[in-house]
Nanobody, 125 residues
Framework: QLQLVESGGGLVQIGGSLRLSCTAS????????IAWFRRAPGKGDEGVSC????????YYIDSVKGRFVTSRDSAKNTVYLQMSELKSEDTAVYYC??????????????????WGQGTQVTVSS
């Protein structure tokens, strides 16, 4: 069974960069579509990007297009979220989860199961 652990969050200034890691165990991450979600204080869960298995599409929500890039390292069984030009509104806990399929920029239903511990990203001025 696939298990995912997020890491790489931290405190960064507006305009800065961070790279989040989503490290898999129990199965190859390349068998799965993997999405990044975020949860900001007082807000619901927001899908940020969805990465299909190798050869498939990757989607981003409009607010992060051109700033965030998802990539995979099969050898490390890890999916990354490279975040640049960070804004205060990017402050949130970020989670990576397996999804059924990346259908569009905003539709990628989760397979199910509990969320991981996430990784906190705080963008300050």
């Amino acid at each position: 069974q696939l298990q995912l652990v997020e890491s790489g969050g931290g405190l960064v200034q507006i305009g800065g960069s961070l790279r989040l890691s989503c490290t898999a165990s129990g199965s190859s991450v390349d068998y799965y579509a993997i999405a990044w979600f975020r949860r900001a204080p007082g807000k619901g869960d927001e899908g940020v990007s969805c990465s299909s298995p190798p050869g498939g599409n990757t989607y981003y929500i409009d607010s992060v297009k051109g700033r965030f890039v998802t990539s995979r390292d099969s050898a490390k069984n890890t999916v990354y979220l490279q975040m640049s030009e960070l804004k205060s509104e990017d402050t949130a806990v970020y989670y990576c989860v397996p999804v059924i399929h990346c259908y569009s920029e905003t539709y990628y239903p989760r397979i199910g199961g509990s969320w991981g511990q996430g990784t906190q990203v705080t963008v300050s001025s």
